[in-house]
């Protein structure tokens, strides 16, 4: 079964106000040393469709990652097939 890990981040000009709080909390728990934090999500997905060509499974993923896992206009992903 093909596998593909998928990591969506917000896109660099969106501020994280999330990686910012725990940048925060971080530095206030005495790691002045943590500089920037940006938050993610991480995804590990397998699919059932053991017929399908790499380049059928290439564009099933993009179509994911497009209409389900992301949110295109503040956030972009990433991802890594595993066969």
Do not use: W
């Not at 934090?37 to 399908?52: C, L, P, Q, S, T």
């Amino acid at each position: 079964m093909p596998r593909v890990k998928v990591i969506v981040t917000l896109k660099k000009e969106v501020s994280d106000v999330q990686g910012i709080t725990i940048q925060q909390t971080m530095q206030k728990l005495d790691h002045a040393e943590v500089g920037k934090v940006r938050v993610g999500k991480y995804f590990d997905i397998e699919f059932n469709e053991d017929g399908m060509t790499r380049d059928q499974l290439r564009q099933k993923i993009e179509d994911v990652c497009e209409n389900v896992l992301a949110n295109t206009v503040i956030e972009e992903y990433q991802y890594e097939l595993i066969e």
